[in-house]
């Protein structure tokens, strides 16, 4: 077993840290920003958040800082990730508002790390881009001065996990120089790697020996599919506990329930959050499955899926071992108490590959040395998690990445900035978006927001900033927020919904109008659509008035109900 294998399977690296908490003032300078993107995690995957995950360094964070419980994302990656780098809804600031994977624009907007450095900052960025790869748009075109990405153009959207060629260091004046890794199994990991260049980058600024702050986007892949985790980490048996694999074989019926019952426990959730019945899997909008009894399933697919699952839950160990060797290397350097550190994830847990997940040979279960090496380097299997565990990753919601129901679009946030968060280790119930994370980090570094950017007019940002839930302030004006995706609708006007979804399944026809009370529902069980006809259709013509100001194809407006 590797050092780094050990540490994922052994716990936390470095100790909580308690702190009193202070105002923002009282910070000696603008804080350094870092901002942990996961991919195609679910809401109550971390520990912390009620997940079966060892995740000691995430939850440490989250002890001494703010957990969100409405906090939201866009249903899919790269929309997620414009929004985050611009604080406008991707429809605004991307080529094709309509498009499921658009690319950003670079005539109408500034992004994160363009505004920062205006500030003084310097920009760093590891992982997944996603936002286009021609020479216009690319990270280093776009704000950020060193970047490690995926591909050969070091923009791509994916790489291979354990192959360390498949990535690329572009630093200006070459100022950092590239690591070397070995080629046998296991020298590389992707998640690893992230964590190495996102030290290399601290320890770059740290050089410099001057005031500056600097950013750092660490854009994680994992565990977005191909899911894929050293053999060690999944089989794994902690003292006193239980390995992943041993945790997953009691069947997806029986963990779902135990996480909702440890959410309630630990003050996640509470009452008015009813467990829903499994959603059904929609593949390609066609292929609608319902969820069977784990029971009911042969041997050889049951643990093909506890397999798989361990997998995915060692891969977002794998995150919290590379979050711990970060949170570290700043405690040593002793930044840590002024640096703003977000954790979240772009969408809610995939279920591209059907109720059973996918693999490069099919739909069929691995047995005998796929199923022993399935997820291991050189092995070549591709792996989708699949709908059935999804259900189980988005607990206690309905859905799934690509829809606008609450599995799609709540993603857990993590906020953890000593110098600037009044009683840290609290919850907040304020609703929020990842619109959000331009507002607040352009705000506290002290930037005005231009109007004018690179010879172009700049669009006025269209989230708020968090820095009055950092100051432990009451929301007073119900929160308003948009949503579309591939004909998936939503709108969020205080405690109500508006909802519709592209397929028909065993709850609701295709583009049936949805309206929901999150106060009381919050998992989305009671349509009262009819009941309250007025508000759904003022539900209806704010969606419009919102799609129509932000681009979406007017195709995809809504009709009032007949």
């Not at 500034?110 to 920062?116: A, D, Q, S, Y």
């Not at 791509?156 to 572009?170: E, F, I, P, Q, R």
């Not at 590389?188 to 790697?193: R, S």
């Not at 930044?335 to 591209?352: K, P, Q, V």
């Amino acid at each position: 077993m590797t050092e780094k294998i050990k540490r994922i399977a052994g716990g936390a690296i470095f100790a909580g840290i308690v702190h009193a908490g202070y105002c923002p003032a009282e910070a000696a300078a603008p804080p350094d920003i870092i901002v942990m993107l996961v991919d195609d995690m679910g809401f109550s995957d971390f520990g912390c958040y009620g997940g079966e995950a060892r995740t000691p360094n995430i939850d440490s964070l989250a002890a001494n800082g703010i957990r969100f419980r409405n906090f939201y994302n866009t249903a899919r990656c790269s929309p997620t990730r414009a929004a985050i780098m611009t604080g406008n809804y991707s429809q605004q600031v991307t080529d094709k508002p309509g498009a499921s994977l658009p690319q950003l624009r670079n005539d109408n907007n500034i992004t994160l790390p363009e505004i920062l450095q205006r500030q003084g900052y310097r920009t760093y960025m590891a992982g997944k881009w996603h936002l286009g790869t021609d020479a216009a748009r690319v990270p280093w075109k776009r704000g950020f001065q060193h970047v490690y990405g995926f591909g050969k153009t070091g923009a791509g959207n994916s790489a291979d996990y354990w192959g360390w060629t498949d990535y690329k260091l572009t630093s200006a004046g070459k100022e950092i120089s590239p690591r070397v890794y070995g080629t046998n199994a296991y020298e590389f990991y992707q998640t690893d790697a992230l964590a190495d260049y996102s030290i290399d980058f601290i320890n770059h600024h740290i050089s410099k020996k001057d005031s500056a702050s600097f950013f750092l986007y660490l854009a994680f892949h994992a565990p977005h599919f191909e899911l894929c985790a050293a053999k060690e980490a999944a089989e794994y048996i902690p003292p006193g506990g239980r390995s992943y694999l041993d945790i997953y074989s009691q069947g997806w019926d029986v963990v779902r329930k135990k996480r909702y019952d440890r959410m309630r426990a630990m003050g996640v959730i509470d009452e008015k959050y009813a467990l829903p019945p499994f959603s059904d899997t929609p593949f390609n909008r066609k292929e609608i499955k319902a969820v069977p009894d784990w029971n009911t399933l042969p041997a050889d697919r049951r643990a093909d899926l506890v397999r798989r699952m361990a997998i995915y839950t060692a891969m977002i160990d794998q995150i919290d071992v590379a979050v711990g060797r970060i949170v570290d290397r700043l405690r040593q350097t002793g930044r840590l108490d002024n640096t703003l550190i977000f954790i979240l994830s772009d969408n809610g847990a995939n279920a591209e590959g059907g109720l059973y997940g996918s693999s490069a040979f099919g739909k069929e279960p691995l047995t005998g040395s796929k199923l022993a090496n399935m997820g291991q380097p050189f092995a070549g299997d591709d792996l989708r998690l699949g709908g059935g565990w999804a259900n189980v990753a988005n607990t206690p919601f309905r859905y799934y990445k690509r829809f606008n129901h609450e599995g799609g679009i709540h993603t857990p946030l993590i906020v953890h900035w000593p110098a600037g968060i009044k009683n840290p280790g609290r919850w907040s119930d304020q609703a929020g978006h990842v619109i959000d994370i331009m507002s607040t980090a352009a705000g506290i570094s002290g930037a005005v927001f231009p109007t004018q950017y690179n010879g172009h007019a700049v669009l006025p940002m269209e989230g708020k900033s968090l820095v009055p839930v950092f100051n432990d302030e009451k929301e007073t004006v119900p929160r308003q927020l948009g949503f579309e995706h591939e004909t998936n609708r939503a709108w969020i006007d205080g405690h109500w919904k508006l909802v519709t979804k592209n397929f028909t399944d065993n709850i609701s026809s295709v583009d049936t109008l949805e309206l929901y009370d999150l106060h009381a529902d919050p998992t989305e069980l009671r349509n009262v659509a009819k009941e309250y006809p007025e508000q759904l259709s003022s539900m209806i013509v704010a969606w419009n008035t919102w799609a129509q100001k932000v681009g979406v194809p007017s195709e995809r407006l809504l009709n009032p109900p007949k």
